[in-house]
Each structure stands twice: as C-alpha cells, then as structure tokens.
C-alpha cells in the first residue's frame, strides 16, 4: 500500500459525459501526477501540481483539465468523453516534486466508456 | 522529445536470472526509475539510478551507462510472483518531476 488513495475504483459511463476522479496524496507529499495508461499507449504523463499550482504538463487533452486544492487532495475532471479515453488513470505523489523524488502510484481509477 | 525502448516480452525459469534492456533517448537526464507492475494494479518503485554503475538491492539489481543511453534491471533468484510487467522510465528536462515511460516489458516466469 503506497499511501496515496484514489476514487472510484472503477468507473462506467457513456460517450458524451463528464466525471470527475479523485485522488489523495501520501500524508506530507506536496505533488500529485496523473497519468494515463491504456492499452496501446502504455503509462502517459498527463499533468503535475505542486502545492496547488500546476508545475508540468504532459500530453493532457483540451477536454481533461485537473486540479489540487488547498488540503492537497486533487481531482481529474474528464469532459466530452471519447471511446478512446477508455484507460486507467493512475495518480501518483511525491514529497515535494524535485528531481531526485520518488513518485509513489495509487490503485487507480478504471474508466470504461461505452 | 524523448525516445524509451524495451523489450515486449521476457520467458524465465524459477530460480534463474533475468536481465530487461532499457535504452532511451531524452532531452536532458535527471534520473532512470524502474517500477514494477502487476496487472491492474499500480506500478510499485523497485530503483533509481542517475549516476553511472550498478545499484544493487536484495534480488534486483539497476545498472546505468549515461554515455550509451543504457539501462538494464537484474533479476535474480526468480520466483513466481516476479510475473508482471517491468516500467523504465527517465526523468529529462529539470521543469518539473514529470517520468516518461518506456512500453514496458512482460516477464512470464515458468516453473
């Protein structure tokens, strides 16, 4: 157990909507990644926050935007989703997002679009 | 941009050795992480290198040539439960925390 939480576990919607994932850091930890895996893409960076603030961004969609509030809890907002978003959306968490840190990976978030 | 190869696929026997190659091509280089990862579930972190030469812990052992753009993780003593997919990934330019990824590479261990 890595100490970083993610909600829900899994998640099944339609074409078309909006959801919201949820993570929590490991207690102390400042930065919060997303990341992406599917299928044929392996493990994507999508977004980083230190803080509250975004500090790096990857190869995140218009239609994705995120964001880390004051107790450092961050959400994932996927909107107009697609088939291909399909994927499991891990968050990770580090202690203060410097060069030398260790991410640590919560159980992720399974989305299934149909 | 930045450029991580490694094998799709690893067979090995319980009990013997087992080396995955990690080559990579980055826009600057702050750091070579190799994770662990079961099946639907998160990567666990098994080493970090940044400097050149072999880090070794218990049965997994990270060895890193910056010149060649070269990793490789060693496992040894494999057991069963060393089935699972095995992540390289490279930290590159300084803006941020941000690890690319490698496709990953299958490690089927047989009895």
């Known amino acids: 157990d890595s100490g970083v939480t993610q909600t829900p576990k899994h998640l099944i919607t339609a074409t078309g909507q909006r959801v919201t994932l949820r993570c929590s850091p490991r207690?102390?930890?400042?930065?919060v990644y997303w990341y992406q895996q599917s299928l044929d893409q392996g493990l994507q960076f999508l977004i980083q926050?230190?803080?509250?603030?975004?500090?790096a961004k990857g190869n995140i969609l218009e239609r994705f935007s995120a964001q880390q509030f004051p107790d450092l809890h961050s959400e994932l907002n996927l909107s107009s989703l697609e088939l291909g978003d399909s994927a499991l959306y891990f968050c990770a968490s580090s202690v203060g997002g410097m060069i030398k840190e260790t991410q640590y990976f919560g159980p992720g978030t399974r989305l299934l679009v149909l | 941009g930045q450029n991580i190869d490694q094998p799709t696929e690893m067979t090995a026997t319980e009990g013997a050795i087992v080396q995955i190659n990690c080559t990579y091509q980055?826009?600057?280089?702050?750091?070579l992480f190799w994770y662990q990862q079961h099946a639907g579930e998160a990567p666990t972190f098994l080493s970090y290198n940044v400097l050149d030469g072999l880090e070794e812990k218990g049965r997994f052992s990270s060895f890193l040539s910056r010149s060649k753009g070269y990793s490789y993780l060693l496992l040894k003593e494999l057991q069963m439960k060393d089935s699972a997919s095995y992540l390289c990934a490279v930290r590159g330019e300084a803006a941020g925390n941000k690890l690319t990824f490698g496709g990953g590479t299958r490690v089927l261990v047989k009895p």
């Open positions: 207690s102390g930890d400042l930065s």
């Open positions: 980055t826009s600057g280089f702050n750091g």
């Open positions: 926050y230190y803080n509250g603030e975004e500090r």
